[in-house]
């Protein structure tokens, strides 16, 4: 069985990256996000938008050792 998923409007989607409505345009038409074409309408999963912050959230690094730090 197939789970119903929310399926956003691309306004929703720039709200929810804080971002304007051009780049999640850019993404569909890029095909970087997984996007339903419904009519003439573009709907893009809940789930694509949680999978694309995931794919691309940058983790700090850790701390260098102490003793492996250069000398200015």
Do not use: N, Y
Not at 42 to 63: G, N, Y
């Amino acid at each position: 069985m197939v789970s119903v998923d929310r399926l956003l409007s691309v306004q929703e989607v720039a709200e929810l990256l804080g971002t304007t409505v051009r780049f999640p345009r850019r993404l569909i038409e890029e095909r970087r996000i997984t996007f339903v074409k419904v009519g003439r309408h573009v709907r893009i999963p809940e789930s694509a938008v949680s999978s694309f912050i995931a794919e691309h959230t940058v983790r700090p690094l850790s701390a260098c050792p102490v003793g492996l730090r250069r000398v200015a």
